[in-house]
């Protein structure tokens, strides 16, 4: 959370800072700010302001700088309400230095009273200002910002990254990341940083993913990298980005998530063709041959994941342990990093994140790998911390994604957990050749299939109209579409600020139950499967208490049809891929009732898309 930017070169800063945090906002969007040095005074401009970038902007029409440095931060407050006086950039005490941070410095509190016995004053309630003082008490002393940063730095704790300049060094910004990303591109005689490479890609696809302890040195024509860790200067690999920039425009729709939805079938496709190969075999091109030998020996394994990726955790676990016989837990990584899980060689740890970036998802992998664990990361953003720090990787190919609310990443995990389970079972013998081929039969049909659902978006927003007035929602499913049931209310939850509760609908008479009257809808996701008749009766039993029924179901299931008061159906498919097309009627659900509320479906208030503070 937070998105940071930095320039210099040959550009006008402040534009090129605008166009890259409007590219990064899903990452916070409490207050905006750029600080650049005025090329015609000579000193720092600094135009910051509380709330959307919207506001920022507008503020920006009334200056006219001219700058060749600058950095710009978009702010998801962590200390601090959101304020002016708490929007990033963040000036030291000696109006000299100006800095952008995303993360936080644990060990603020101390250090900014130390600074305060010293005299130094103090504008904002952030842990930012403390590091932007630290830095500026060394300045002082040793005229020298890259010793002062190096020095500053050893002295805090948590995980953040920075980028900053000095007004008496025109010419260099400075980077630095612990755990939160920071990825420089790289251009001719200019030359950009940023927390994420959608940022970049307007101008470059040459670029340098920062490493943990790196503090890199950024001057329009060259950039030094020096390793805290290995106390050298190092040559970092420079990567080239394959993402597409027109990927991360809206193309004619009112929403990000509405395109996003939209991309699913081909994001399926994308998927199946570079994973599945003649119909009989998976291949993931990035696990060398000892990894595939290491997953022949494990005993267990652990999905591990926040969020949407956690909701795909629990279907990956149940095909994990369907197919491969293996015992699977699923855990949301904050449970799992402070529980101090028992792990050891035979271990198999899978941590799913979009991402590749969330706080407490990052700790999970690095407990998992210090007690021996195998780790393998499912992860969409390429070249992120986590899919750098597992042991081996697995992209998602589902392409940006900036609605914060998940859609194609998600679909893109079910699908690629649901093989790597297939994928493990033959391996370890646990399925048959034909029983695969059979799998893969199914499985290519769900690209179409999925591209069918997504007609049907007029009946799903003729359904929003009738509910969007309401304030609470029951999800109920079982097994594989349990975690539908969960992905479902979240959806709507996260976008609409409605209640909604996903649960097994086993346990409905546990419960949920209580709530059921005339007023009540609970949605009801009952595809083809080894419960359906156990759904069924679920479904009766909310009948005879007059709650409103929204069925998902196989179709030409009649019975189901006639008992709901909306039905939905998908194509026949097998239960365990059924998950891939039941979510695609709650996501629209869940966008047409945020749009009818007049929510902000893309940014919705409080969240982030990248969860960088644990
Ligand atoms: C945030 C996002 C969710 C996402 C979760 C995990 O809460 O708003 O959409 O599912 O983080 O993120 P990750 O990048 O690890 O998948």
């Not at 210099?8 to 534009?15: E, I, M, S």
């Amino acid at each position: 959370m937070c998105g940071i930017i930095g320039y210099v070169g040959y550009r006008n800063t402040v534009p090129v800072l605008v166009k890259g945090l409007e590219k990064l906002e899903y990452r916070g969007y409490d207050s905006a700010g750029v600080a650049c040095i005025d090329y015609q005074k000579g000193g720092i401009s600094l135009i910051k302001e509380k709330g959307k970038l919207s506001v920022l902007k507008e503020k920006i029409g009334d200056f006219s700088i001219e700058a060749h440095i600058g950095i710009g931060h978009t702010r998801w407050a962590t200390h601090g309400e959101p304020s002016r006086a708490n929007a990033h950039p963040h000036i030291d005490a000696s109006g000299k230095i100006a800095l952008v941070h995303n993360g936080i410095i644990e060990n603020y509190a101390e250090l900014k009273h130390s600074l305060q016995k010293k005299r130094v004053r103090f504008l904002s309630q952030t842990d930012t200002e403390v590091g932007a003082n630290l830095i500026g008490h060394y300045y002082r002393k040793s005229r020298k910002l890259f010793d002062a940063v190096k020095r500053a730095v050893g002295e805090l704790h948590g995980f953040f990254a920075f980028v900053l300049f000095s007004k008496e060094d025109p010419e260099t910004l400075i980077a630095y990341k612990r755990s939160n990303p920071l990825v420089i591109g790289l251009g001719q005689g200019e030359n950009f940083v940023a927390s994420d490479v959608t940022a970049l890609l307007p101008y470059t696809r040459q670029v340098i993913y920062l490493e943990d302890e790196d503090l890199a040195v950024i001057t329009a024509k060259e950039v030094s990298v020096y390793s805290l860790k290995s106390k050298s200067w190092v040559r970092r690999h420079v990567s080239t980005v394959h993402w597409d920039a027109s990927q991360a425009q809206k193309q004619g729709f009112p929403h990000f998530m509405l395109k996003e939805m939209h991309e699913q079938p081909e994001v399926l496709k994308k998927i199946l063709s570079k994973k599945i190969q003649k119909g009989k075999s998976i291949f993931f091109d990035t696990l060398d041959k000892k990894f595939q030998q290491s997953l022949r020996k494990i005993k267990r394994v652990s999905m591990i994941s926040c969020g949407t990726a956690y909701h795909a955790g629990l279907l990956g676990s149940i095909a994990i342990e369907q197919y491969t016989r293996l015992p699977c837990r699923t855990q949301v990584s904050s449970e799992f990093r402070y529980g101090d899980p028992i792990l050891d060689h035979e271990d198999l740890v899978v941590l799913i994140t979009q991402s590749g970036e969330t706080a407490d998802t990052l700790a999970a992998l690095r407990e998992a790998r210090s007690k021996g664990a195998i780790t393998l990361a499912v992860v969409n953003v390429v070249g992120s911390t986590v899919a750098r720090e597992a042991d081996a990787v697995i992209y998602t190919h589902a392409g940006p994604e900036i609605g914060v609310a998940s859609t194609k990443a998600y679909i893109a995990q079910l699908s690629t957990l649901i093989l790597l389970a297939f994928h493990i079972a033959r391996l370890r013998k646990t399925i048959s050749l034909s029983e695969l081929k059979g799998l893969l039969r199914e499985f290519k049909k769900i690209p179409d299939q999925c591209a069918k659902m997504l007609k049907e978006n007029k009946k799903f927003e003729e359904c929003a109209q009738k509910h969007y007035t309401r304030r609470n929602f029951l999800y109920l499913g079982r097994g594989c579409n349990y975690p539908t049931a969960l992905e479902g209310a979240l959806k709507l939850k996260e976008i609409s600020y409605a209640h909604a509760h996903g649960y097994a609908a086993g346990e409905m008479k546990h419960g949920p139950i209580a709530l059921i009257d005339h007023e009540q809808p609970v949605i009801c996701i009952a595809p083809d499967s080894t419960t359906y008749d156990k759904m069924i009766s679920n479904i009766q039993e909310i009948r005879a208490r007059d709650g409103i029924v929204i069925a998902i179901g196989t179709k030409g299931r009649k019975e189901l049809e006639k008992m709901a008061d909306d039905f939905f159906p998908i194509p026949k498919t097998l239960e365990i891929l059924s998950p891939i097309l039941t979510v695609v009627p709650l996501q629209f659900f869940a966008y047409h009732i945020a749009v009818l509320n007049g929510r902000d479906v893309d940014q919705p208030r409080n969240l982030a898309k990248s969860v960088t503070v644990e």
